[in-house]
């Protein structure tokens, strides 16, 4: 009941403080609010970015064209050498019936051609659709199928998707190193007013370490002002990145340019964000508060 009690009157003391250095708290509230705002843009960035990447790999198919002359007994040793490689995740045939017929359906105007065409004079080639489980190998496992006997040719968008997903994981690396240093701008900042607020009462914490108080009895209501200003920075940050999120996806209806890139839902995200954004905000006060109070305990 004691340490309950305590804790109550400090959080009590810190929410004092930062009305009674109101102009102050009011300048460091600003700056983590607006630190915040770019930590949660960064945060839905690398969210999305890394969503386009797995849809991506989820659509990029190697589609390996088996020769004509190819027996039934050639196919099958094709997939079974497929299957057996590393990076494979699954092995479709296609049987050049089959992909008249689906091309025959997708354009009338080719589908007249084609439907010309039966089962002994089609021209066009079985092929196997290959997904693989990492696309940054894609290129060398293209190249393994290659070198199997009977297959013909091995298409997969060569060069284009490895540049794709560099270019992505090089954006998701630049965001993650601006969140962390935006992280530690934050903290510099509350410190700063936390040390700005301690020196405008050097002379009461002086009084009361003559009295005798403890140095955590001092040190605890400027800890508990860093975690409200934290918490109170973290709260428009939270409003503007849900509500504009939302109204962005909406009018994007959830894609971005084309069905193949499409946004992260609103509601497996922005939990996940607001959470962080009140962690970050409360955890980076109360560090910035400790790290500004230490050296007055030491007085």
Do not use: W
Request: net charge negative.
């Amino acid at each position: 009941m004691k340490a309950l009690r305590i804790l109550r009157n400090n959080l009590k003391d810190g929410i004092k403080s930062v009305f009674r250095n109101f102009s102050l708290s009011l300048a460091s509230i600003s700056c983590i609010t607006i630190t915040l705002i770019l930590v949660a843009v960064s945060i839905i960035l690398s969210e999305n970015i890394k969503n386009f990447t797995e849809d991506i790999e989820k659509d990029v198919t190697i589609v390996v064209y088996i020769d004509k002359d190819a027996t039934e007994e050639d196919k099958e040793a094709i997939e079974i050498k497929i299957d057996f490689m590393d990076n494979i995740e699954s092995v479709t045939f296609m049987s050049k019936e089959e992909i008249r017929r689906d091309m025959a359906d997708d354009s009338e105007g080719l589908g007249t051609i084609l439907n010309e065409y039966d089962e002994t004079t089609n021209p066009l080639l079985d092929e196997y659709l290959v997904k693989v489980k990492d696309t940054e190998k894609i290129g060398e496992t293209a190249k393994s199928i290659k070198a199997i006997d009977k297959v013909n040719t091995v298409k997969y968008g060569e060069g284009m998707v490895e540049e794709l997903v560099k270019i992505f994981d090089i954006v998701k690396k630049i965001t993650l190193c601006i969140v962390v240093g935006l992280i530690i701008v934050t903290a510099f900042l509350i410190s700063n007013t936390i040390k700005i607020t301690i020196s405008n009462r050097k002379r009461q914490i002086e009084i009361m370490r003559l009295v005798g108080a403890s140095n955590s009895y001092i040190k605890l209501p400027f800890f508990f002002e860093g975690i409200i200003l934290g918490f109170l920075g973290s709260i428009i940050p939270i409003l503007m990145s849900c509500y504009g999120y939302i109204i962005l996806y909406d009018k994007l209806n959830g894609i971005l340019f084309t069905e193949v890139i499409s946004l992260v839902h609103p509601d497996k995200i922005l939990l996940q964000l607001s959470v962080t954004l009140v962690a970050i905000g409360v955890l980076v006060g109360a560090f910035g508060s400790y790290k500004a109070v230490r050296r007055y305990l030491k007085i």
